[in-house]
């Protein structure tokens, strides 16, 4: 059953110079699918990913998440939609720091009016997956990045959602934190059975995903399949890349 | 946890956020329950000049409250700005619009109370120290400490009615905002704003405008409120254009010498620039605020000082004892009153009788006698020839009219040799007097005309003299009755100086509440930023920025936020008095002094502000 459907979704940002940032995307993903959305910088990942997550309207085309039109959902149907069927993590701005590493986690049970018995044992069994138990009394400012990213997917997690978003979660960590959290978000796919949608621009992280989408100049440009090598996925991924002029490593 | 503690957290967590709008609500809420401490005192009712006091204190109160809500619609607003971010986050995870409304209602109504409660234990406990500065100011006895339940509920009432309103409104702001905005929040750069030679001349010609109307047409500006309101508002709008456009330009022309890729200069310069109008909207409040700091005080200083000149033009001499002829117990009257006055300094006392046309107040007395009067007042004595009269004003700082009423005159041809400006009976009581020739004095037909004595005494010292004043008056009290009447400038002089003192504590106090907000606004727009400002001079550390640099940049851009308006506030006040010359001339030291004084507290406040930022700045 596909999770996601995106059908010929436009986005043009209204501007001095209008700018069509995505134009004619079809997209499908299935339940318990692992997906990684690459392109060049400024090719409309971030735009695609903001129209899926609800927080930016398409110009046109449908999205379906769920079966369900987030956009055709009234405001306040479209508020518990998001509390009950996505998650997000972004790159950098996540958490609130007003509120402790265990608040911030919870904060979306707390929203929904989860009972306090259920809200602890989710809290335990998402920051067991992560390993965070001993960081849920700290503040968001005495901990790591990488620290602060595992925060984020397990506020992004508790509540069980349909769909977890993730744009760039690795973007500014060291290559042992990268690894670390590419393994959990595999460990939630698989345990959890989350589907996920993730912008990277790193081949390695890529490569933890079952499948790869390429956008170029906001249209559809290519995908590969994971299938059994590993190896042999990487190298696909990165000549894409090569293929598409994009870097590898930038530095925007 | 529940939403409940969500909401109860971020306000307590984040309170060096709300540190400085908290204190300077208190602040205000302490000044309005201090004034209405004395509003309500019970012994207000036995004491004289009580109404004046009640009257003074709620003028007080009204314009705190008015202040309070503009000042606290004002934070508010910005705080919805700063938190954008974490708004949108909410929004994001899936917090509905109800729950946001319910969150930004919450956290306005804990502030609201906490400052409510803080500002009048506060109050309470410092009340007997304002009860004593009112009494001193009234100048009476009594007034003792009392528990002011009524103040309280009053208080608690109005605030609470305040924050609730504004906790109304402001989740209202967010309503036509998309996520996308609030989360994309301060990355938003603003528009980048370009110098226009234009709009800064247009805003000089606004400004200049106001001078101009105060001197072409004094007259109407006196007159009509409107037109006041309009130079106010012209005066508001002009200075901002002004305001805006001289820092565009100033940072502009840095940016674009020679010398600007030196040094600090263009990390300091770019900062200012980053937030332009947010900062020159900051610059541009406090230095309203501070003007209005400025001339609460020295215009109500320059009024209260000339009390003493300003109740003799009123009553000419220091006291006047006015008496019909029918009146009986004249020198009983007189007896008792001279005894007291004789054994002052400089005693003089001079009679002056008066013939009275009763339906339009006008008095007619002799030449002799007017000269009699006015020697003893200092004005130079005029000479009538037979059929000349003089006018003399009744009132003050009005122009007699100079036509005459010939009637009981009994003569057709009057030709008027003198009109004088400067009224010699108390003012109001005629509109205006006729001086004629002693021959022509005596001829007047007295049909229509009652007769009437006025015993005008002078002496020296005459402002130390309340507590006799009082005695006297007291014994006259019951006596005096209506064909005679006391005029006394010591009294009259009393009065004044108490509500000029009231005005001036009043304003005194509203002048702190200016300086404690625009405090706070600078610091709000400092901690604002301050985790933007503290990655980023993490990262130019990194890159070789020295300590000492790091000071420069810091001392510099603080320097240029909050001494800027100081400046120019003061500049505009000086300007303002020049343009009223005679008060400025006439209290230079005491407009000196008091700049100083605000100079001295703008500094202590740079310095301290400077401090805590640099502070936050490296910690963390
Ligand atoms: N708010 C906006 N208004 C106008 N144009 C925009 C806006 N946001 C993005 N764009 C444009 O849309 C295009 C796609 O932007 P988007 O942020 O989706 O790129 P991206 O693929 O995420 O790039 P990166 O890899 O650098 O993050 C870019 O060319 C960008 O200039
Ligand atoms: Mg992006």
Known sequence: ?252 | MTFHDIVWKNVVRDKWTYIAYFLSSVFSIFIFFSFAVSMFHPDLAVISNGSMLAISMTVGAILVYLFSFIFITFSIMAFMHNKKKTLGLFMLIGASKQQMHRMLFYENIIIGVSAIVTAIVAGVICSPLFLLLSRKVLQIDGFAFYMPFKAIGITVLLFLTLFMIVAFISPRMLRTTQIIQLVKGDKQGEKAAVFSRVKWLIGMGMLACIPATIVWLPQQIEENTLMQLCLFLLFLGGLYVVFYQSIQGVLQRIRQSSSFMQGTRPLVVSNLMSDVRANTKMMYLVTILLLGAFFAIIILYLFSTNVAKDTRSNYPFVYTYASHVDNTHEQQHLTIIDDKLNQQPGFAKQELAILVEEDERVGYISNSQYNEAATLLHMSPINLQASEVAIVAGNVGVIPQKDIETQPLDKALLAVKNVIEKNITPTGYFSRLIVLQDEDYTKINKATLSAMTFTNYTFENWTQFIEQDRALNQVLQGNIYERASLFSAVGLYNTERISKNLALYIGFMLALIFIAASLSMIYFRLITHVDRERQQFKSLCKMGLSLQQFHRIINHQLAFLMLVPFVIAVMLVLLALLLAQQLFTSSAVIIVGSITLFALLQLTGYLYVRKYYKKSLLTM
Not at chain 1, 89 to 115: C, G, K, S, Y
Not at chain 1, 189 to 198: C, E, F, V
Not at chain 1, 204 to 230: H, P, T
Request: contains cysteine; proline residues 2%; charged residues 20%.
């Open chain 1, 1 to 252: 059953m596909a999770i996601l459907e995106v059908n010929k979704m436009n986005k043009t940002y209204i501007g001095k110079v209008n700018y069509e940032a995505l134009k004619n995307i079809t997209l499908s993903v299935e339940e318990g699918e692992f997906v990684a959305i690459m392109g060049p910088s400024g090719s409309g990942k971030t735009t695609l990913l903001n129209c899926i997550s609800t927080i930016d309207a398409p110009t046109g085309g449908t999205i379906h998440i769920n079966k369900i039109s987030p956009y055709a959902l009234k405001e306040e149907e479209l508020a518990a939609f998001r509390r009950q069927q996505l998650g997000f993590v972004f790159q950098d701005f996540n958490l609130v720091h007003t509120l402790t590493v265990q608040e911030n986690i919870l904060l979306p049970l707390a929203l929904d009016r989860v009972a306090q018995d259920v809200m602890m044992e989710r809290l335990a069994k998402v920051t067991t997956i992560l390993g965070i138990q001993h960081l849920l009394t700290k503040r968001t400012f005495e901990i790591s990045g990488g620290q602060a990213q595992r925060v984020a997917i397990a506020r992004a997690i508790i509540h069980e959602p349909t769909l977890l978003l993730a744009d760039e979660p690795t973007g500014n960590l060291d290559t042992k934190s990268v690894k670390d959290v590419m393994q959990l978000f595999t460990t939630v796919n698989q345990d959890m059975n989350t589907t996920i949608l993730m912008v990277t621009h790193d081949a390695y992280v890529a490569s933890f995903c079952q499948r790869v989408v390429f956008i170029k100049d906001g249209e559809f440009y290519n995908e590969v399949y994971k299938g059994n090598n590993r190896q042999q996925f990487y190298q696909s991924i990165v000549d894409n890349l090569a293929f598409l002029g994009g870097v590898t490593h930038d530095f925007s």
